[in-house]
């Protein structure tokens, strides 16, 4: 067969003033910029274990503006796998409703059309819930013999890492790419309320063998001599002696590196020192908040977060002065939160000196805890607005703020933080600190 994987790719903001004002906001466009040069490693994962006799094509569709277009280059594969996030949904049922019109087989998989199958198959021949390694093979063959189901898998079976294929790198044209991913676990501990990965793909948390990870970052260098890697874990370093034995082999492939995890890798400064040795030039930590009464709850589990506040401007300084940065997230309309939270995370961006930083509003992604609980509680702005699930729009009602006053609150703190002045401040601080750690050295 002639197969097409198809990835709905980019990121944007429904709201226009925001889009707007994204133009002055460096963070805001940085950000959009990474992740949407990031290829779809759910379907170069799938690719890797295709049987060699299928003709496989991989595509990135960043918007369907030119459906037509889009539409005549995939009318003429046998079928087309699309893969896409909540806000581009809406455009990959768009297109599947068009190949099917040609009669092309079209299968949809995802965090979102595993939360909402039965919307989804509306849209396609065939719906993929949960991990697809589980069932691609299968489907492959019942498309071959023109029998597909209209639903292959569920939430409640579990994939074997250990059993995980080789990703398919050589589809992409690298090029295009600023950065690359390989994944070495699935899920996460802390279980959070707004998190749609752990939920949706996996109960528990599972890591990757150490020679696959390895294996598949020398394929990568096959084709990139020296790549920047970003690890798309939920929570990369959850099993720390793991990594520990790990990144000296890192170490000896000369990369560079990104990943996100959480505010504990600072407690452990033979791991930073690991980790910096081996080419990680940034972690993300979601902070979420610059209080810690509306941290209460997030992690539905043990309340960790809460728990780990008082540890956040100490930690934050430990990591970087390791030469590592830290961009750290914050989640702006969290029931715990008033309209003072606003001065308060530019006053703990300020104070503790992060490198970087990332703000996005709580956002209700279908399937989550979060979802369900504000549907209970007739909190969702519009049912199915899907486009708005961006991380930079508002899809819900605020419980101490109005939906309007979130909104203007949240574009002003952006004007601020990414300040060309602040954001040059914080960066000469972390060069500070690096200049800091060459003298340490030098003196050692």
């Known amino acids: 067969m002639k197969i097409a994987l198809t990835a709905m790719s980019g990121i944007r903001a429904y709201d226009q003033e925001l889009l707007e004002l994204g133009l002055t906001l460096p963070g805001f466009v940085e950000r959009s910029k990474v992740i949407a040069s990031l290829p779809s490693l759910g379907l170069l994962t799938l690719a890797g274990m295709t049987p060699s006799h299928h003709e496989l094509e991989y595509i990135e569709v960043p918007d369907i503006e030119n459906k037509s277009a889009i539409v005549d280059r995939l009318k003429d594969f046998d079928l087309v796998a699309i893969s896409s996030f909540s806000a581009q949904i809406k455009e990959a049922y768009e297109l599947g409703n068009a190949l099917l019109q040609h009669d092309v087989a079209v299968v949809l998989g995802g965090l979102h059309t595993t939360a909402l199958p039965d919307e989804a198959k509306q ?18 063959k019942d498309a071959e013999t023109k029998k597909l189901d209209p639903i292959y898998g569920n939430r409640e079976q579990e994939f074997d890492l250990n059993d995980a294929p080789m990703p398919a790198f050589e589809l992409l044209n690298i090029d295009n790419y600023n950065r690359l991913t390989v994944q070495t676990s699935r899920g996460c501990p802390h279980f959070c309320e707004f ?7 996996t109960r528990k948390y599972k890591q990757k063998p150490q020679a696959k990870v390895l294996a598949e970052i020398d394929k990568i260098r096959e084709i990139w001599p020296h790549p920047f890697i970003e690890f798309a874990d939920d929570n990369t370093f959850v099993n720390k002696d793991y990594w520990k034995a790990l990144l000296p082999e890192l170490k000896k492939r000369k990369i560079r590196w990104f990943t996100e995890t959480d505010i504990s890798i600072a407690n452990d400064t033979e791991l930073l020192h690991l980790m910096r040795e081996s080419g990680c030039a940034q972690v993300l930590i ?21 728990k780990q506040f008082p540890k956040y401007m100490q930690a934050i300084k430990t990591i970087q002065s390791q030469g590592i940065s830290v961009n750290g997230c914050f989640i702006l309309g969290l029931d715990g939160q008033d309209t003072s939270v606003f001065d308060k995370v530019y006053d703990f961006v300020e104070k503790s000196g992060l490198h970087e930083v990332q703000i996005t509003v709580q956002t209700a992604f279908p399937g989550t805890l979060l979802y369900e609980r504000l549907v209970n509680e007739k909190r969702i702005i519009e049912l199915g607005a899907w486009e708005k699930c961006t991380l930079f729009d508002i899809n819900f009602i605020p419980k101490n703020m109005t939906v309007q006053k979130l ?25 500070e600190l690096l200049r800091e750690l060459v003298r340490s050295r030098h003196s050692n």
């Open 123 to 140: 849209h396609c021949t065939s719906v993929v819930v949960g991990e697809g390694e589980l069932t691609w093979q299968q489907l492959l």
């Open 195 to 201: 998190c749609a990965n752990t939920i949706m793909l």
């Open 407 to 431: 909104g203007k609150e949240f574009r002003e703190l952006g004007v601020k933080l990414y300040n060309k002045d602040f954001t040059r401040k914080r960066q000469d601080h972390f060069k």
């Open 286 to 306: 979601g902070l979420e908040s610059p209080t810690s009464g509306s941290l209460r709850g997030l992690d539905t589990r043990s309340n960790w977060k809460e």
